[in-house]
Nanobody, 123 residues
Framework: VQLQASGGGLVQAGGSLRLSCVAS????????MGWFRQTPGKEREFVSA????????YYADSAKGRFTLSRDNAKDTVYLLLSSLKPEDTAVYYC?????????????????WGQGTLVTVSS
């Protein structure tokens, strides 16, 4: 199983980025796909999750109204659109897969992890 995250980069405050996570190696139809982020010295925090089968999404308060998570079943890919970015959104963003349906916030329940992609927001 492999999760390949990409799309990070440097952007000015107020700008947007779209992160992608390509999943391979098994069928993820019964999984929840999540995004987490981490900055140095801090714990990895939940950002958003999507149920692969029905597309239901859930967002952390910090992401509501600014980030949009979606999936493309044909491409086995989930997308996290980051909009209205703030300097405090600067972090390494990780995609992950949990073998459960529904809302999965606890990072310990995620079985597979991608390598992370760095998002830097300048002020």
């Amino acid at each position: 199983v492999q999760l390949q995250a990409s799309g990070g980069g440097l952007v000015q405050a107020g700008g947007s980025l779209r992160l992608s996570c390509v999943a391979s190696g098994r069928t993820f139809s019964s999984y929840t796909m999540g995004w987490f982020r981490q900055t140095p010295g801090k714990e990895r925090e939940f950002v958003s999750a999507i149920n692969w089968s029905d597309g239901n999404t859930y967002y952390a308060d910090s992401a509501k109204g600014r980030f949009t998570l979606s999936r493309d079943n044909a491409k086995d890919t989930v997308y996290l659109l980051l909009s209205s970015l703030k300097p405090e959104d600067t972090a390494v963003y990780y995609c992950a897969a949990a073998p459960y349906s529904g809302v999965v916030i606890d990072r310990s329940r995620y079985r597979y992890w991608g390598q992370g992609t760095l998002v830097t927001v300048s002020s």
